[in-house]
């Protein structure tokens, strides 16, 4: 480890950090930058960086991110700034429930269109086989037709032929088959 | 004694007083247009066989035909959001703007804080604040289905709330949504008549004079405030105003109000107030078929 890594501090449970702009300007260990949030939503889900100008990231509690509409002084501790949108503290990012329904829309990679049968299913955590995929495997935003338009209905993880319902508990729920 | 018998003689109509409030309320959702626009969520309604109607006074509030709004398709996406008809119009007479600076005192569990944040077209700083956590996930877990990113949450006491964190002066327009007596809600909470004391009018009426008192001072002169509360008691609402009249840099503003309502009252018991609350409204449950509620819209003024 360099001299300059031993310097990090160590990320505060309690408050919220802004993300540094790039790698280069890190000051608290493990803390992902802006510059890697932006690349990791273009190349996973092709969104492009632009759809995040206006808005700031921020990191509270081990990885979790957060996205804000507008600047705040960081650090500030308070119990919430805008909406979770990103996990990255394990070896695969996770986007969240929420970031996929607010701005899934804007993705054109790693987007897994379901059946009205199969988006019911999914919209009440059911894992389901769903071998016709042979796309990447991993974190795929699953969509759904609705109103004249494909529209997020979650995040599902595709592995081994299984296509994985990450909606959590509180927003499950049982759906018609449209 | 039931304490709607209390308040009966500021009504007119006594008879439709009292029959509206053994009602059950209407189902009734609001288009979230951070995600959808009335036209999308209509279309997914029809889809699925949803029977609604548009309320005459505003195009994003639906009344459902039947079920409640959390099984549909547009509910899961955050396209709507079950919210009284009546509790929409403090934000209403609020009039946030875009790219603006507002607080929401007593957010949660946040139907008029998100409704806030679509006014805004999710840009600027709603703060909202509560002093409790449990109704503080209430509010985080609302604004997250509905895809708001403008909201930061706070928990302090309303009546002492500082700006500290945040780096800025003052406020553009603040809401203070005031805990009640809530008889208002009687049709949503039965209940709610048993848990009624006039101690607690009186307890409660304290803490909303604090709050509101602390909501003028964080605005900016030339702001706005706006105080609601569900409750008929003019100790919560006329006499609130009333004080802060009195004691802060405020005056009454007016505003076309969208539902039928009328005029605050001026004298009530031993008491008359300033002659200004008259500018302010009260909603009976039997005038547009809602909940009962009492608006009054406020100018900084220094």
């Not at chain 1, 702009?21 to 632009?50: K, Y």
């Not at chain 2, 109607?53 to 099984?71: A, Y």
């Not at chain 2, 539902?259 to 009976?284: A, F, K, M, N, P």
Request: hydrophobic share 35%; aromatic share 8%.
């Amino acid at each position: 480890m360099s001299d300059s890594e031993t310097d990090l501090k160590s990320n505060v449970g309690q408050q919220f950090g802004r993300l540094p702009a790039t790698p280069a300007d890190r000051t608290v260990e493990g803390r992902v930058s802006r510059q890697e949030v932006l690349e990791f939503f273009d190349e996973r889900f092709g969104i492009d960086s632009s759809v995040f100008e206006p808005y700031t990231f921020w990191e509270k509690g081990k990885g979790k991110i957060w996205i804000f509409a507008e600047d705040a002084p960081t650090p500030i501790r308070i119990e919430g700034l805008g909406m979770t949108v990103l996990r990255t503290r394990q070896e695969h990012w996770k986007p969240t429930h929420s970031a996929v329904q607010r701005f899934g829309h804007h993705a054109n990679k790693n987007v897994i269109k379901l059946s009205a049968d199969e988006a019911a299913h999914f919209a009440q955590g059911n894992d389901q086989e769903l071998p016709a995929w042979d796309g990447d495997w991993g974190y795929l935003i699953a969509t759904h037709e609705l109103a004249g338009d494909w529209v997020p209905v979650g995040v599902g993880l595709y592995l081994y032929d299984e296509l994985r319902s990450t909606v959590p508990k509180g927003n499950q729920e049982a759906l018609s088959v449209l | 004694m039931n304490p709607l018998e209390r308040y009966a003689p500021l009504v007119e109509d006594r008879t439709a007083f009292f029959a509206a409030c053994k009602r059950p309320l209407p189902s009734v959702v609001r288009v979230n247009t951070i995600n959808a626009t009335p036209e999308r969520a209509k279309q997914a309604l029809d889809e699925e066989g949803v029977g609604y109607e548009t309320v005459d006074w505003n195009p994003h509030i639906l009344r459902l035909d039947e079920r409640g709004p959390g099984t549909s398709w547009p509910y899961f996406h955050g396209w709507l959001h079950g919210q009284e008809e009546v509790s929409a119009l403090p934000a209403i007479a609020l009039d946030p703007q875009p790219g603006e600076r507002i607080w929401d005192s007593c957010a949660a569990p946040g139907s008029k804080t998100t409704q806030l944040s679509a006014m805004m077209d999710d840009t600027g700083i709603v703060v909202g604040n509560d002093n409790n956590l449990g109704r503080l996930s209430a509010l985080r877990h609302n604004a997250e289905r509905l895809g708001v990113t403008n909201l930061a949450v706070t928990k302090q006491d309303g009546r002492n709330f500082s700006l500290k964190p945040f780096g800025f002066e003052a406020f553009d327009r603040a809401i203070v949504d005031a805990p009640c007596s809530c008889e208002g809600t009687i049709r949503k909470n039965p209940d709610t008549l048993e848990q009624w004391t006039l101690e607690h009018v009186h307890s409660v009426a304290a803490i909303q004079k604090g709050i509101l008192s602390r909501a003028i001072q964080a605005t900016r002169p030339g702001g706005t405030v706006v105080y609601s509360t569900c409750t008929f008691a003019p100790e919560e609402n006329e006499a609130v105003v009333d004080h802060v009249l009195e004691t802060e840099d405020c005056d009454i503003a007016t505003f076309d109000c969208p539902l039928e309502s009328v005029r605050g009252v001026t004298e009530w018991e031993d008491e008359t107030y300033d002659s200004r609350v008259e500018q302010t409204h009260r909603i009976y449950p039997h005038l547009n078929d809602t909940g009962g509620f009492y608006c009054a819209k406020l100018e900084v003024t220094a």
